[in-house]
């Protein structure tokens, strides 16, 4: 694990990062809202609201695990869609995401055998 700043950096591949940075972007401009926006309704500082989401966005600067999952709850997405590896595995997500907590049980049941065999 890689620690910087007293935070685990939670993108430890430059994929990852590069995929956490494009969806964060794409979130925000299918919600409409501009970068200080964003920053404003995560309760950034009024000094820094546009800059630092332009950071996070441009991959310069990477959020804390607290500022990403607030980041993703303000976005409307799960946490897991900003940080999957892949565009598969992100599409996935959202559109499971998407299901009822029994139709989730189910598509993992599913998805489970199907791994199995």
Not at 39 to 50: A, T, Y
């Amino acid at each position: 694990m890689k620690y910087r700043n007293g935070f685990l950096r939670f993108m430890s591949s430059s994929n990852s990062h590069r995929m956490f940075t494009k969806r964060l972007k794409e979130a925000r401009l299918a919600l409409g809202i501009s970068q200080r926006e964003l920053g404003r309704r995560i309760g950034l500082s009024e000094d820094v609201v546009s800059s630092r989401v332009t950071r996070y966005e441009l991959g310069t600067s990477e959020p804390d695990f607290a500022t990403a999952s607030k980041l993703a709850k303000e976005l409307g997405v799960p946490l897991a869609y900003l940080l999957a590896d892949n565009d598969a595995l992100a599409d996935i997500i959202l559109a499971v995401a998407g299901m009822s907590p029994a139709e989730q049980r189910r598509m993992a049941a599913e998805l489970k055998a199907k791994a199995k065999r």
